[in-house]
């Protein structure tokens, strides 16, 4: 569902009313303005953009890292398709490529407009600046906030609360009406004792939106047609199970078979000695890689031992399995990335897979190899020992898309 927007001009005197105040109050780098028009970066993740454009036109984006769903849908969204070619693109596109342009709103003919996407995700703006257009009484609760909680002062009773709050009202007034001047912020932030208070300082940002007597708000020019760029063809999940697949679909390199070790011996006794029917059955599998390891229940699986807890099982085999994978590892073989280690009362079997994603590893279809960590792990391969699937690992392929061959 569409989000309801105010009208640009509305939402900039708020965005303007915002930041004349935060920055008067000591904060020039929340809410601000600039020849690029109005900026908002909480400077934890969540920023927003609001662009005037000539011709009555703009363009409002941004990004939340926790809420903005949308940079991670599966299938990938384009949220500048179809987009008018007027669009300020220099400013999108770097957030685009990096996959931190949650939402974008276009505003044209006396209305805004976005691609559509399914009811219910998030794009993060209503999270992230919501307060500038949910209606009035939020951008005064905003202003209030500058007040009790920016600037640290403790608003005294109810009758303060209310003069706080005409005060806050008379500075979204002048903001509307293009008036806001020192004695419009001194009403909200005269009351300030905990902090310097810079009224010259607000005032000019307020000119910078627009909002004072004879000042304009930065508008920017059209662009005329829309650039060539990159759009996300895979999602981080369909790039995942093009790789999964292709692994298990990959057959091994030759190489030597590891012989005997420490490390290895010190392996089969642990898991011998964890035969949860104390005869030396059981059965150890793991998915391993430099700094992620997953440990996948077998035919038998490792017993508990009185005083264990939950972990201390996991984090003694994943330390063993750790030195016997760097034991075994080889400067152009590689290190393998699953293990198969089956014990009984006398002996053993252990298996190990290098280039592909073994059967006796079940797929979920959502647990695999983080593609980062297999990039690790092949990048230092010498080529004749990088499997097919290599070069579907480059970040590249998301723009790409499956190649006709998968």
């Known amino acids: 569902m569409l989000i309801k927007l105010p009208a640009p001009d509305v939402l900039a005197s708020r965005w303007g009313a915002l930041a004349a105040a935060m920055t008067a109050a000591g904060y020039d780098d929340v809410y601000w303005f600039d020849a690029d028009g109005a900026h908002y970066d909480d400077h934890g993740g969540n920023w927003a953009r609001l662009i005037l454009v000539e011709g009555g036109r703009a ?10 769903d ?22 999108l596109l770097p957030h685009a490529d990096e996959d931190m342009l949650g939402a974008v709103y276009w505003y044209e003919g006396g209305s805004w407009h976005r691609v559509g996407y399914p009811d219910g995700l998030h794009d993060g703006l209503r999270s992230t600046i919501g307060w500038l257009f949910e209606d009035g009484a939020a951008i005064v609760a905003e202003l209030r906030s500058v007040v009790s909680e920016w600037g640290g002062h403790d608003i005294d009773g109810e009758r303060e609360a209310a003069e706080v709050t005409a005060a806050a009202d008379r500075l979204v007034a002048a903001a509307t009406a293009r008036t806001v001047d020192a004695a419009a912020l001194e009403g909200l932030l005269g009351r300030l004792r ?17 909002l004072t007597a004879g000042s304009t708000a930065p508008v920017t020019p059209a662009a005329t047609e829309a650039p060539q760029r990159r759009v996300r063809l895979l999602s981080d999940r369909e ?50 890689l430099d700094t992620s390891a997953r440990q996948v229940p077998g035919e038998v699986p490792p017993g508990e031992r009185p005083g264990d807890d939950n972990w201390t099982a996991f984090h003694e085999a994943t330390e063993l399995v750790r030195r016997l994978r760097e034991a075994e590892a080889h400067p152009e073989r590689g290190h393998w990335i699953y293990l198969r280690l089956a ?14 994603w073994p059967p006796w590893i079940p797929d979920d279809g959502i647990s695999g190899p983080w593609l980062d960590h297999l990039r690790q792990e092949l990048g230092r391969r010498a080529p004749g020992y990088r499997p097919h699937w290599t070069t579907l690992l480059a970040p590249e392929v998301v723009y790409t898309g499956s190649p006709a061959s998968r």
């Open 59 to 68: 363009v409002l984006f941004g990004f939340d890292h926790e809420y903005s």
């Open 194 to 210: 905990e902090r310097p208070v810079d009224l010259a300082a607000g005032v000019a940002m307020a000119a910078r939106a627009g």
């Open 343 to 356: 014990t009984t009362a006398t002996g053993y079997e252990v298996e190990r897979r290098y280039d592909s």
């Open 239 to 288: 790039h995942n199970r093009l790789v999964w697949t292709a692994m298990r679909e990959s057959g091994e390199f030759d190489r030597p078979t590891p012989g005997e070790s420490a490390e290895l011996a010190a392996l089969v006794a642990w898991t011998r000695g964890r035969a949860p029917g104390h005869d030396g059955r059981c059965t150890l599998l793991f998915e391993v």
């Open 70 to 91: 949308t940079t991670t849908a599966d299938p990938p969204i384009d949220l500048l398709a179809g987009a008018p070619a007027w669009l300020p693109w220099p400013r």
